[in-house]
């Protein structure tokens, strides 16, 4: 069982409000990680982070932004939530062996946005 | 364009039954690939990596083989159990990428009945 948490597990709220889903993990990973997944698609990256003061965006284009100013902790904020927005969150970290770097997800955040 | 497709979409088989994923990949150069379980309302968890010399990889009753040459990879599941209902997503790395630049499958949603 991985020891990555995510926070809320489910979240509903309206439009314009500011949120931040919560990410820890207490493997002493470096690389975090933020994907987004619709019901019956591809995860997409939108998020990810190699270390303590490193944050880049991922593939999927995001309005959220992200922080990791603790190497255990990679929240994700949305300024303004929007309808569009509803989706599941997932974290991830990862354990860097060479070619079998292996990846540990959360349990995700589902998030509704009325 | 890197791609990984998954077939069957969904599949239903009862309970002790064998059955077999497909994945299919475009992606180019080839790191590993990796199959992952997700079940409803959580996060993937990892079931096999393969990198390109390996051709069969065994977690329990999941068997996964991978051929490098046709870009073709199955995840066999033995004797399967009502706890193996889940998405199985079939995911691909390219080679010199960093590790959030993976490309993921939609998935094939199985549903074993008693």
């Known amino acids: 069982e991985a020891d990555i948490y995510q926070t809320p597990r489910y979240l509903v709220i309206g439009t314009g409000k500011k949120i931040t889903l919560e990410c820890s993990q207490t493997m002493g990973h470096d690389k975090m990680y933020w994907y987004q997944q619709d019901p019956g698609m591809e995860l997409h990256l939108i998020h990810y982070s190699y270390g303590v003061n490193s944050t880049e965006k991922g593939d999927l284009s995001s309005e959220s932004t992200v922080s990791r100013i603790r190497t255990e902790h990679f929240p994700l904020t949305l300024e303004s939530a929007r309808p569009s927005h509803t989706s599941q969150y997932l974290c991830?970290?990862?354990?860097?062996?060479?070619?079998?770097?292996?990846?540990?997800f959360g349990s995700g955040t589902q998030l509704s946005v009325l | 364009k890197n791609q990984v497709e998954q077939s069957p979409q969904s599949l239903i088989i009862l309970e002790g039954k064998n059955c077999t994923l497909q994945c299919n990949y475009t992606v180019s150069p080839f790191s590993n690939l990796r199959w992952y379980k997700q079940d409803t309302g959580r996060g993937p968890v990892s079931l096999t990596i393969m990198t390109f010399s390996e051709n069969t990889k065994s977690n329990g009753r999941y068997t996964a083989t991978l051929d490098a040459d046709t870009k073709q990879s199955s995840l066999h599941i033995t004797a399967s159990q009502l706890s193996d209902s889940a998405s199985y997503i079939c995911v691909v790395s390219d080679r010199g990428s960093t590790l959030g630049r993976l490309y993921f499958g939609r998935g094939t949603q199985l549903t074993v009945w008693p």
């Open positions: 991830a970290s990862s354990d860097p062996t060479g070619n079998r770097e292996k990846l540990f």
